[in-house]
């Protein structure tokens, strides 16, 4: 997984409406990068719905929000559709950046073993520097928790 203090690796994905989206398209802003294991399921759809509910606070800072899943664009827009989603998200069936990011890792439940994605967060400064990994997220208060770095160190 990447480290606070290094450069946020670039990339290109499209978003829930086919659109090309660069993370240099938002140099100058700060980037909240989140990655997800699966639209519409329950831990997935409370955060996206949490980080749509203080997505206002987070333009007043200069941010962005980026979630990414494996998901593919037409799931990604249904998604935003069915729960008023006000966030990007991003699809990487690849999981070209989900690697990049260190966000795919083995995972273990009732016994057995298989790859998916680790829930984390990546916030990048203007700079493009990564100043803070929150990794094996917990889903409640977690958008809160973010805002709240943020205007700690938006000030």
């Not at 290094?6 to 086919?18: E, R, Y």
Request: proline letters at 3%; aromatic letters at 10%.
């Amino acid at each position: 997984m990447l480290k606070e203090g290094q450069k946020a690796p670039d990339f290109s994905l499209n978003d829930q409406n086919g659109n090309l989206v660069n993370l240099k398209d938002f140099e100058n802003q700060w980037v909240i990068v989140y990655f997800y294991p699966k639209a519409d399921t329950p831990g997935c759809t409370v955060e996206a719905i949490d980080f749509t509910a203080y997505l206002e606070e987070f333009k007043l800072k200069n941010a962005v929000i980026l979630g990414i899943s494996k998901d593919s664009e037409s799931k990604l827009c249904k998604f935003v559709e069915k729960h008023d989603l006000k966030i990007t998200l991003l699809s990487d069936p690849e999981n070209k950046v989900i690697e990049q990011y260190g966000a795919w890792v083995l995972k273990k439940m009732y016994g057995k073993e298989y790859m998916g994605i680790q829930r984390s967060t990546f916030l990048i400064n203007p700079d493009g520097t990564i100043v803070k990994v929150w990794d094996k997220v917990k889903v409640k208060g977690h958008a809160e928790e973010v805002k709240n770095l943020l205007t700690e160190l938006y000030l």
